[in-house]
């Protein structure tokens, strides 16, 4: 389990939630009586997780309905709409108001209807944000495509965001002394913070706002910087669970015949108009569930058994539930051979008081164990989808592709077998993951096969993808290969992305997350924020920096990128390390008291970051005998399906089907 | 940007005279050569694909090429399958994948032992 995610977490994250229920609160205040809330269905997760039915019903909310097409019929009179300001929306809004309007020509009597819109900023979602519900350690603003938005559209309103965002944190936990980062976008990310901070100090010089004591730094990192890992195949637990069946706002959805009955509870979302969800979490607000037969399960620290799975390689896991499973049975039978006991007992008054407090005893954990036997029930039904899918040929040899792209290892064969996943028509996501990887590791692909590739993707998938191709060329994910100097082979040695033996059982290094690969979004912060670097195992002619490096009282080193620049240079994108003082020049207001060092380090990862790095992340904590804490924060959690599906022409147009079969 | 647009008009002499524009862009530009020949084709296999539509009295406009081919199979017309290949240049291990597939879901055995 990840000590991250303990209550005596440094930085308190609740406050950002309490915030954002204050909000929600003064939104809902501001119509009186009773109302019906309207809501855009893409807010409802990340709203369930800042506030529950209780909280909205307390403030008037009487029924919920989501914004869709279609007449929405309501007894209240108050209606108070939130969603994004998207064109689809308004439509419906005002498809509503029509329909209102018609009704009250026809019958003259009926009350009049009261409207509200509140747009939630653009498209980010209703709190600022949204946190994992008991990680802690998670951060995420939970937008959509950023990366896209950022190196394909230009639009950079997403950074506009995250610079709100950690400016919010800045306000509650104290000046970020250091802002380091890596990326043209992050750059752009830091110099926005800079200059917001400036902002306040002129707009209102008596908010002198002095540096964390909490936080050493924050560590900016751009995806661009590294596209490589999230197009391979996430090997944990929870990235798993993502590649399969993908997470929505730490949610899952599953056929509920994978994870069993459940004890079925009476939920406060009984009032809700929504109310056929059958999830047994305590999440309100929920989207109405198309079919009867899907689930949706909350994947969250909360749940012990999850939170010690999550960050394991999945090959650990199968172990893990297995001998979870004795442990429970025996504590069942144990209670079996004990209660009996009782009873025999039970006769004996001078005993009664006290066999009763057993009872008591006995029962309140056998509830315990109820539970943990459906989070088993559970986590086994989710595990078994999982190996359905890790035993297939292909699975297996797409993760073989992959890890012979990202160690360098050139065999001839794989082209044959994209190829034949082209052949195959499996989807185009799949056959992208696979080429871009190729194209990133060897800094393109031949003419002879790019042009190759192009043709049978375009006559197979349609000619519609000559601008997905196009695309992934701007953001140099899919090229003809101009020179044969190979930076990725490079940066694979001097940060040590390919670590040969890796114990899944008992991990030495956050490769174990790739099962051989290790991130370089990891080793890169490792550079910055672990004494040792990326070579903690085997120091090999790593620039220098590793050993030179110097650390200062507060565990960051002190050296910042140094020792790594000639790497550095090889990665696209701005490199950057400010020192942010107060006015008068002071770094830190105060003495800091010895033991009470700042001991957070404050990851943002702008446009997105995977499960897998989060896990990786985890794992350098644990490692660090500093007792180092890392906060990640993030603009959405992506993975390579995600990535590039937000990249990939969708085809919407008159006569046309989506595949063979 | 007229690629994009061509998807969107709903008769086919629209979407044909959007990507003519397209085309005639890039054929001035020696850098898109590849482009320009996949438009090419992209117009031509909208042509052929209505042509088809009349004789097969199937909808077709809007599949890929593959698909196209599969369709033909399907429908009992090998040699209308075969002229696109040769016609768009469709590669034998590709060309042997579709029709395996339209087989099996045919179920022509007859046709796979001959495989």
Known sequence: MSHLGTSSSTLNVVTLRELARKELTTVLDSVRGKKCLVLDPNISGPLSLIAEFSLLR??????????QQGPLETELTSLIYICRPQLQYMKYIAEHIQCHQNEQLSSPNTTRYEYSLFFVPRRTRICQKVLEESGDDLLSLELDNTFKELYLDGDYTSIYYAA???????????LFPRVIGKGDCAKQLADMLLRMRREVAVDDPSSTMSVSQNIDSLIIIDRSVDLITPLCTQLTYEGLIDEVFSIRASHVEVDSS?????????????GAATSTSTATSSQPPMPPQPLAKKKKIGLNSGDKLFARLRDMNFAVVGGVLSSVAKRINDDYEAHIISSSGLCERDWNVRHQAKTVAQIREFINKLGGLQSEHQSL?????????????TVTPEFNKALEVQQNL??????????EYIEEMINRQVPLVQVLRLL???SLVNGGLKQKNFEFFKKEILQTYGFEHLQTLSNLEKLNMFVKQVSNRNQYAYIRKSLRLIVDEVDEHNPQDVSYVYSG???????????????????SISISNVGGGATGAVTNASGIRGNGWKGYEDVLRTIPGKTFDEVQRLEDGAIRPKRLIPGQQPHVTLIFFLGGCTYTEISAIRFLAQQDESHREFVIATTQIINGNSLLNSIIQKTDHPGVTNGLS | MAILESYEQKSLEERINKLKVALKRYQDDKEHAFEAKAIDENIRLLQVQSQLEKELE??????????TIHKCIILNNSSKASKLKSDFKVPDKRFWWIKLKALVEMRGWDELDKF
């Not at chain 1, 307390?58 to 914004?67: A, F, N, P, R, S």
């Not at chain 1, 994978?258 to 009984?270: D, F, M, N, R, S």
């Not at chain 1, 160690?407 to 082209?415: C, F, K, M, R, V």
């Open chain 1, 58 to 67: 307390d403030h008037g909310v009487e029924k919920i309905h989501y914004l």
């Open chain 1, 164 to 174: 709100r965002a950690l400016m919010r944190l800045q306000t509650l936990f104290g």
């Open chain 1, 258 to 270: 994978i994870v069993g009955p459940a004890p079925q509870k009476p939920t406060v979302t009984a």
């Open chain 1, 377 to 389: 029930r559970t986590h086994t039904g989710i595990a078994e989808e999982i190996v359905a899918v």
């Open chain 1, 406 to 415: 990202v160690a360098g290892i050139d065999i001839n064969t794989q082209n």
């Open chain 1, 436 to 438: 871009c990887l190729q």
């Open chain 1, 517 to 535: 690969y290790a991130p370089l979004s990891v080793r890169l912060l490792q550079c910055v924020a672990t004494k040792s670097g990326p070579s």
């Open chain 2, 58 to 67: 199937q909808p077709l406009v809007g599949l890929s090429l593959s698909e």
